[in-house]
């Protein structure tokens, strides 16, 4: 082979090898899995005759769009403190109601009402907001500490 030619496959190896190298960089900073920003909880204590409310913001980026976001609150001194929340656990909980934001991205909103009686019989402390998001992929995301709050 004459040196000419061996240089010339020299170069298209490294040429190749550096473009398969940065296409390999891209398709990993391309996570499947849904992505939550901007989350925001709000516990309002029911008083004088009024119910309470507790409401749950979130925005959810996946590539393949968003299916779902299930949410779940919890008590710091409960059993998942010891034992972590799983996808599992999270399946049959309440979704919230969610809607575009533009690309891949939707807005999710889960509201309750939170009456004297549901604030009498529960823990009083810190709690924490988990969510599952599932891509319409099938991919997932949980977050078991999305967002906290303190029942007083």
């Not at 409401?55 to 609150?73: C, H």
């Not at 604030?119 to 078991?144: E, F, N, R």
Request: net charge neutral; hydrophobic share 45%.
């Amino acid at each position: 082979m004459s040196r000419r030619i061996a240089l010339s496959v020299v170069a298209g190896v490294v040429v190749l090898g550096g473009a398969g190298a940065f296409a390999l960089a891209y398709a990993g900073d391309q996570d499947p899995s849904p992505a939550l920003a901007h989350s925001t909880v709000r516990y309002t204590a029911p008083q004088a005759g009024h119910q309470g409310s507790l409401s749950f913001t979130t925005e959810v980026t996946a590539p393949s769009g968003v299916k779902n976001l299930k949410v779940l609150a919890w008590p710091e001194k409960s059993e998942f403190a010891t034992k972590p929340l799983t996808a599992r656990d999270m399946a049959e909980v309440e979704s919230a109601a969610c809607t575009p934001a533009g690309g891949n991205t939707v807005r999710c909103v889960y509201r309750t009402a939170v009456s004297a009686a549901d604030a009498a019989s529960s823990a009083h402390g810190a709690w924490h907001i988990a969510v599952l998001a599932t891509a319409k992929d099938g991919h997932t995301t949980l977050a078991t500490r999305a967002a906290d709050f303190t029942v007083a």
